[in-house]
């Protein structure tokens, strides 16, 4: 090994090699659907369908306290550096601590400046929503574009999505990321001018992406109406750690919201980035969303491991990942509002964790974060499932569903509920089938044999974990959030990882900088490898 690891490791390697069987575990244990559960803050995870036995869970909680997880969680909640690549605090949680509790980084109380930058864009948003702001012609905003990448998009999309039943305006809310210009091309030809406000949500408003649809969006207006300073004064709201570089954009102070450096992309939502879900679902139920997680950091923070489901999920992660060497993890909510939350964690999970050197420096050998990805459970049923019940890859899945739905007074409540339940229906059914392979269909399924026979085969042990909300409402979307960021962190700890920083994506945009220089002019190049070259010179024309 790279490095000397605890004893307990060693053991579970030598457990992952028994043979770990659900049809075996459930059949030798009446109650293991009661026994591998666990339940806070309006979640409820059943982890019984995983490849573990009581043996296996004792020695990953031992494995827990040998790499001093409570101490690690500690540090992260009270500002301990543990960014510790770019000398940095982690301080996502406090984002989302109530108004007056205080923490005191470096003798400044970081609790009252995020509540500081949180009060004015409520200002802000009050305006907007209550048609005072006004563009350039008069006229109030009817659209709002948000503009990002990464966690700048991907957090606020996802969540504006989840709660569009909590939105009480008629004020359209719009996401533009993609650097080739085609989400903004789209919106640019259906919106009005004189009714568009932008929000240009960038860290350190720099980033290539979002500044130059910044700038086609600035270009846009200009068209409509020539006054640059009235044009950036009413229809620009800019996020950043700098607000040199948004004055120096054009950004007026007024319209300024600030960020830390200490908060990262994709744990910026709780933040101003925030701003857009704010716009649509209105402050009161931003703070709902932020209350939500807040529950589950206090969870985090004291909850025994044994019942603490970011712990839960996070060692079965590396259970699963490290050491059964399952590289692919599936994200599958049974609830179309979460259609974007397998993205979101697409970015968490895999930025975060997708490192193969230690904090030390050293180089690992093992695995660490699989691959993951996802899609609305009843919309991949008919895609991907195929390979997930008789594909020769090993998959871990996380079903996500709420209890209780469409339980209003619509007069097509009845055919809804019946609805909710065919999806409730599907997400168990599912589950059951990846666990138990032919041993879960019904006898008139099991005992058949004709032709086809050997083509109907489901092997089943695909391990997976089903998470049932109690609703999906902004609190429970709030510690649904954080119960994975959570997660992220657990696993980082066994990993002896740095899940904060993030140089593979800090590489891909110094070297594409260097290549949009040499797209700037005629001349051949010789200066990257020979496949470059050549796709350069072919582009421009010259090959």
Excluded at 286 to 304: Q, R, S, V, W
């Amino acid at each position: 090994m790279s490095q000397t690891m605890p004893v307990t490791w060693q053991a579970l390697q030598s457990l992952a090699k028994n043979d770990l069987d659900l049809n075996t575990f459930f059949a030798t244990d009446s109650e293991r659907g009661k026994n591998f559960t666990a339940s806070a803050c309006d979640i409820y995870i059943d982890f019984s369908k995983q490849a573990i036995d009581k043996t296996v869970l004792d020695n990953l909680l031992t494995l827990a306290n040998e790499f001093d997880l409570s101490k690690k969680i500690n540090d992260l909640l009270i500002g301990k550096k543990v960014n510790d690549t770019e000398n940095r605090e982690a301080l996502h949680t406090a984002l989302r601590a109530p108004k007056g509790e205080s923490l005191m980084i470096n003798g400044i109380d970081v609790n009252q400046d995020v509540h500081d930058s949180l009060a004015k864009a409520e200002i802000l948003v009050n305006r907007i929503r209550q048609k005072i702001w006004r563009g350039y012609s008069g006229k109030a905003i009817t659209d709002v574009v948000n503009i990002g990448v990464g966690g700048s998009d991907l957090g606020p999309l996802m969540a504006t999505t989840a709660l569009s039943e909590w939105a009480d305006t008629d004020i359209s809310v719009h996401f533009v990321s993609n650097m080739d210009g085609t989400q903004l091309d789209v919106l640019l030809k259906v919106l009005n001018p004189q009714t568009t406000l932008f929000i240009i949500s960038s860290k350190s408003f720099g980033t290539i992406d979002t500044l130059s649809n910044a700038k086609t969006a600035l270009h846009w207006l200009l068209t409509a109406h020539d006054n640059r300073t009235t044009i950036l004064r009413r229809h620009f709201i800019g996020i950043s750690t700098r607000p040199d570089k948004m004055s120096e954009w054009g950004i007026h102070t007024d319209n300024q919201l600030l960020l830390w450096d200490w908060v990262g992309g994709r744990f910026s939502m709780w933040s101003v980035i925030g701003l857009a879900i704010a716009i649509k679902v209105g402050v009161d139920n931003f703070y709902e969303l932020l209350a939500g997680a807040n529950i589950m950091d206090k969870h985090f923070a004291t909850a025994d491991f044994a019942h603490n489901l970011p712990v839960l999920l996070g060692l079965i992660g590396v259970w699963n990942a490290t050491f059964l060497n399952i590289n692919a993890h599936s994200v599958l909510p049974y609830d179309g509002r979460l259609s974007f939350f397998p993205n979101y964690l697409t970015q968490l999970e895999m930025e975060s964790n997708g490192k193969s050197v230690t904090r030390k420096g050293v180089a690992v050998d093992y695995n660490t974060c699989p691959i993951l990805w996802g899609d609305i459970g009843s919309n991949a049923q008919h895609a991907f499932y195929q390979l997930l019940h008789q594909g020769t890859q090993r998959v871990s899945c996380d079903f996500i569903t709420p209890i209780h739905r469409y339980d209003g007074s619509q007069i097509y409540n009845s055919s809804l509920a019946n609805q909710h339940k065919l999806s409730l229906s599907n997400c168990l059914a599912q589950s059951q089938v990846m666990a138990f392979g032919n041993q879960a269909l019904p006898d008139e399924l099991k005992n058949k044999r004709d032709e086809f026979s050997h083509f109907k085969q489901y092997r089943g042990n695909q391990p997976s974990t089903t998470l049932l909300l109690n609703s999906l409402s902004p609190k429970t979307l709030g510690s649904l959030i954080a119960l994975y960021e959570h997660k992220v962190y657990v696993m980082s700890v066994i990993w002896q990882i740095n899940p904060f920083d993030q140089w593979g994506v800090e590489v891909g945009k110094v070297m594409a900088n260097s290549v949009y220089d040499e797209l700037q002019t005629t001349d051949f190049t010789d200066k990257f490898d020979s496949s470059t070259n050549q796709l350069l010179a072919v582009i421009k024309g010259t090959a």
